[in-house]
């Protein structure tokens, strides 16, 4: 199995003293004392994430409170000490200070007002989390209780229960915003400049785009609007992180993609319920950021082709509904409404489809990630008639609905 090469090797301040004091802290306990030897081993496959450094390991411990040994797996999010993009990506706290905000208040409160209604939002518990003497977030480790992580999601019905959660997520946002005069001021962050900041991967994203409509005759008639939307690229993804004048604003979890949620799977593959992972980068906007995510970053091309309005429509019905459900006083857009607001935000769907839709024809395990970010590889389904079919189809799309105009 393959690792990230940062994953390999802990720091040598994660050590059995540092996990001693921590579930000292955490269980409120200075009588902790460990058991056995914390041994940390890398904490996911190599190409299921990027922005932090992660481990596993088991705590075991016993406290003079109680002679019954304990022991609790855990998951911890670090940051990067190699010299490289991801570290300068991760060079100042904001991102861990937002993660350890949501899961240790907003996620808490969230659950806490959804159970009032009857319906469970699920995330890992958490543990422990501090910027300094060293950032760091620790969650408890759910993955040998059945959750896993999967790819693309290749039918509607496994759709369902992703649908709901982020549905749940942005009602409870909603209701935590309309009693809270200083929750958008607290979630007013973009993470507009970051994104920017991978300016090889944009530029050659683009540029591979721009040589289809230089080498492939039936592509031409692209190249003047997409070269048009590259040039104003900056300001429209700068907009979509500033909350929406035209739709209510929720916190979006701002990073839905397929590798960010683990599924529970019964005996026929099905999945039967998912919770989302990494809130690194919630913020206070319009929806549609979060949807044209749902849409494009987690189903199979042909589930989105086959089911796309009926995604929106189903995410539409539970948002909603949950919100009448939770007593929420003021104006609930319409379905209408929402689809305009998608339409507004068209040009998120666009720089997917330049940066990303390659991942589809990839083995993300055998790539250099950080070198792709750079823009430095090339991208493997150039060649591929399938991604050329895609391309031309979803560029006549964005075309003929307003997009690239």
């Known amino acids: 199995m393959a690792y990230n090469q940062d994953e390999l090797e802990a720091p040598g301040w994660l050590n059995d003293e540092f996990f001693r004091d921590v579930m000292r802290e955490s269980n409120n306990d200075p009588t902790i004392e460990l058991i056995k030897p914390c ?17 596993r390991t088991t705590v075991t411990y016993r406290s003079q409170r109680s002679s019954e040994e304990k022991s609790v797996n855990i998951i911890m999010k670090t940051k990067p000490e190699a010299d490289g993009l991801k570290k300068e990506l991760l060079d100042d706290d904001r991102l861990f200070a937002i993660e350890i905000e949501m899961y240790s208040k907003v996620l808490p409160e969230m659950t806490r007002m959804l ?9 890992p518990r958490y543990i422990y989390g501090a910027l300094k003497p060293r950032t760091i977030l620790i969650l408890e480790d759910i993955s040998d209780q059945g959750w896993v992580m999967g ?102 979890h701002g990073d839905f993609h397929s590798k960010n ?97 390659s991942f589809r024809y990839m083995d993300q395990t055998a790539i250099d990630i950080e070198a792709y970010l750079k823009g430095e590889l090339e991208n493997p389904a150039f060649n591929n008639p399938e991604f050329k079919k895609l391309m031309h189809s979803e560029l006549t799309r964005f075309l003929h609905q307003g997009t690239l105009s």
């Open 39 to 55: 041994v940390l081993r890398p904490g996911t496959n190599k190409g299921d994430h990027y922005a932090s450094v992660m481990f």
């Open 115 to 123: 159970k009032e209604i009857g319906e469970e939002y699920k995330y």
């Open 151 to 252: 790819d693309f999601i290749s039918t509607l019905d496994d759709m369902k229960p992703i649908v709901k959660d982020i549905a749940m997520f942005h009602a409870a946002s909603v209701m935590l915003e309309s009693a809270d005069s200083t929750f958008v001021a607290r979630h007013n962050y973009s993470i507009a400049e970051k994104f920017m900041g991978f300016k090889g991967m944009i530029t050659k994203g683009f540029g591979d785009l721009m040589h289809l409509t230089q080498t492939c005759s039936e592509f031409a008639h692209f190249a003047r609007p997409l070269g048009r939307f590259q040039e104003n690229l900056h300001n429209f993804f700068t907009a979509l992180y500033i909350p929406s004048k035209t739709i209510q604003n929720v916190l979006i």
């Open 261 to 357: 949620m683990l599924h529970q799977v019964d005996a026929e593959g099905r999945h039967t319920d998912t919770i989302l992972l990494d809130y690194q980068i919630c913020c206070w906007t319009s929806p549609a950021v979060d949807l044209y995510y749902l849409l494009d970053m987690i189903p199979t091309q042909e589930v989105k082709d086959k089911h796309r309005s009926e995604l929106i429509y189903m995410y539409y019905q539970q948002y909603s509904d949950l919100l009448k459900r939770l007593g929420y006083v003021g104006k609930i857009p319409s379905l209408l409404d929402l689809q305009i607001e998608l339409l507004r935000y068209a040009g998120l769907e666009v720089f997917h489809y330049a940066m990303f839709s």
